[in-house]
C-alpha cells in the first residue's frame, strides 16, 4: 500500500503566545492524524502538544536542546516526560545505594525520576551547522530513565556522505 498525504492544512499562528491555542484548534477544527509544529519553545505550547497527543495526534516538532538540555529546561522537560522527585524509605534507599555501588554513608533519600510519559517517542537531534549529521534516540522513555539512573542512553549516530549520497550508522552512548 502507497502512503501519501491527501489533504493538509497551514495553519497560520499570528503571534507566538497564540501557538499552543493554535494547536488545540487545530485539532478540534481539523481532526488531524499528523501535526507538524515549529519551535515549541513555552510552557503553553508543551501543554498544548501533550493534549493532541493524548487526541491521537502523531506530532512531530522542534524544540532546541539535545535531550539532556530538555531534561535541565523546566519549561521544556515534559516533552521528554518531564522531572520528579520522590522520597525512599530507608530500605529502599539502602537498595538504591548498594545498587549504584555506593557505601553505607551513600544513602540517599531524595531521587529523581521521570515524571510521566513522553509526548515525544523518539528524538532527532541536529547539530547546528552540520546537515550531514544527525542522532536518533529511539526510545525516550528508556533513554530519560537511563539518565536518570545515572547511566548512559544509546543513540543512533547517522551521516550521510555528502559527496556520494551514502548513509552510515553507529551506535554511540550518550
Not at 29 to 57: F, L, W, Y
Not at 97 to 126: S, W
Not at 139 to 168: C, W
Request: glycine share 10%; hydrophobic share 35%; proline share 4%.
Amino acid at each position: 500500500m502507497k502512503s501519501q498525504v491527501t489533504v493538509m492544512c497551514r495553519l497560520q499562528v499570528r503571534s507566538l503566545d497564540a501557538q499552543g491555542n493554535v494547536m488545540i484548534e487545530g485539532v478540534q477544527n481539523h481532526t488531524p492524524e499528523i501535526m507538524v509544529i515549529d519551535e515549541i519553545g513555552r510552557p503553553s505550547e508543551v501543554e498544548a502538544a501533550r493534549t493532541c497527543k493524548q487526541r491521537g495526534v502523531r506530532m512531530i516538532a522542534s524544540a532546541h536542546g539535545d535531550l539532556r538540555k530538555l531534561l535541565k529546561n523546566k519549561q521544556l522537560r515534559d516533552l521528554v516526560g518531564g522531572v520528579e522527585v520522590v522520597t525512599l524509605g530507608d530500605a529502599q534507599a539502602k537498595l538504591e545505594a548498594k545498587r549504584r555501588g555506593g557505601g553505607p554513608g551513600a544513602v540517599d533519600k531524595i531521587k529523581a525520576q521521570r515524571g510521566g510519559p513522553p509526548i515525544f517517542d523518539m528524538i532527532v537531534e541536529l547539530r547546528r551547522g552540520d546537515p550531514h549529521e544527525w542522532r536518533v534516540v529511539l526510545n525516550t522513555a528508556k533513554a530519560v530513565d537511563q539518565i536518570f539512573e545515572g547511566g548512559h542512553y544509546f543513540s543512533q549516530r547517522r551521516t550521510r556522505d555528502p559527496s556520494t549520497g551514502e548513509f552510515y550508522l553507529k551506535l554511540e552512548r550518550g
